[in-house]
């Protein structure tokens, strides 16, 4: 083979073939360069709307936003729509500061409204709703605990760990709904903990009777004085004792000792409304009868002075003049007890014959000698 033949060179056709393929390289590589410059571009663009749009987020009006640069706080942001640096310089978690969540125990609802459809009774929920009392009895008791998140920070880094911290299995849930699931697994832990010893330091009847206000504003402090030795960010709304009953298998019998228990009350509210009744009465009667006492004595203290100073009186007359004063007396008495006599026969010492016609003993007062002396 020639020299020719080797470098493409054919002096019958008069051309150089490497010529031809020289220029099909400078369009291949022009082609390529093209390529790779929209490639380029179509990359530039992808990665600037990547970071335009990590840049921007909005916070619902229920929520605020937790802003972590390189893993750090750097800042909480309140509603609307928000600035920030590209992923992954900063990330943000909103978190429903405003919402108000609820934890249920003893019980579950599955469809809530005027009709409220509740979850069949599991074991597990039976395990946390019974309880035993200071007098060791047994109680069932089922209630509600209402919180709402109050420092967003707090409630996302104090509370979980490798499992269910921001960075373990619990991230997902976090960036879904903005509750840290250890929030949630405290609060459960922690109220059935507050409430067993709540129960357990009272009697089966304070527990379903007259205590149950008492033990829901006590746990609701206790509850809330745990959270706070936690640093959870987190504050307790309302703590409320859905349900307080004794167990299912010994609740019949519960309810006859109630039963009784009432008509006890009944027959003693009776009794104490008939005392009530005569109390009063009698009081009444003895109030009465003392007045009326003292009335009598008033006048016959009056009379017996007035009797004194007449007598006195008297007295003092009779000092003056005794034989006056004394036939005036005995005149007046002689008056006195004469009035009240019907029939009068006076008879003068000197009269010597009685007429036999005149009957003395005849007390009648048609007497013909009546004044004859």
């Known amino acids: 083979m020639s020299s020719n033949d080797r470098f493409g060179y054919d002096p019958r056709k008069g051309r150089d073939d490497n010529a031809g393929r020289g220029f099909d390289r400078v369009a291949l590589l022009g082609k390529l360069s093209g390529d790779l410059m929209k ?49 992954p310089i900063e990330s943000v978690y909103t978190v429903p500061v405003k919402r108000v969540q609820s934890e249920e125990f003893g019980f579950q609802t599955e469809q809530a409204g005027r009709s409220t459809v509740y979850a069949k009774k599991s074991n597990r929920m039976l395990e946390v709703a019974d309880m035993l009392t200071g007098d060791l009895n047994l ?48 609060i459960q832990d922690v109220s059935e903990s507050v409430m067993r010893k709540l129960v357990g330091d009272r009697s089966v009847d304070a527990v379903l009777t007259l205590g149950r206000e008492e033990i829901a504003a006590k746990a609701k402090t206790d509850i809330q004085t745990m959270l706070d030795e936690f640093d959870a960010g987190v504050d307790i ?40 009744r005569q109390i009063p009465a009698a009081r009444g009667k003895r109030d009465q009868l003392i007045s009326e006492a003292e009335g009598y004595k008033a006048n ?9 100073s007449a007598f006195n009186a008297k007295l003092a007359e009779y000092d003056k003049a005794p034989e006056v004063t004394r036939q005036r007396l005995y ?22 014959q009685m007429l036999p016609i005149l009957n003395l003993n005849n007390g009648s007062s048609a007497n013909p000698l009546r004044g004859t002396k």
């Not at 911290?165 to 976090?174: D, E, H, T, Y």
């Not at 009432?262 to 008939?274: D, P, T």
């Not at 006195?336 to 009068?344: A, D, I, P, S």
Request: net charge negative.
């Open 39 to 87: 490639g380029a571009l179509l990359l530039a663009f992808v990665v600037s709307a990547f970071f335009l749009y990590t840049c921007f987020y909005r916070v619902d009006a229920s929520d605020q936003g937790v802003v972590l640069r390189f893993g750090k706080h750097a800042r909480t942001v309140e509603t609307g729509l928000q600035l920030k640096l590209p992923w």
């Open 139 to 186: 109680a069932h008791v089922e209630w509600i605990v209402q919180y709402r998140i109050s420092d967003p920070y707090k409630s996302l880094f104090h509370l979980g760990g490798d499992d269910s911290g921001l960075w373990g299995s619990g991230f997902q849930r976090i960036t879904q709904d903005g509750i840290n699931p250890a929030i949630p697994d405290t």
């Open 237 to 276: 709304v309302m703590v409320k004792l859905q349900t307080t009953s004794p167990p299912e298998p010994v609740k019949d019998a519960f309810q006859e000792v109630n039963r009784a228990r009432q008509n006890k009350e009944r027959v003693v509210n009776q009794a104490e409304g008939e005392r009530n």
């Open 300 to 308: 016959v203290t009056q009379e017996t002075v007035g009797l004194i």
């Open 331 to 352: 005149l007046e008495a002689m008056q006195e007890v004469l009035g009240n006599v019907g029939g009068k026969t006076i008879v003068d010492e000197s009269l010597n």
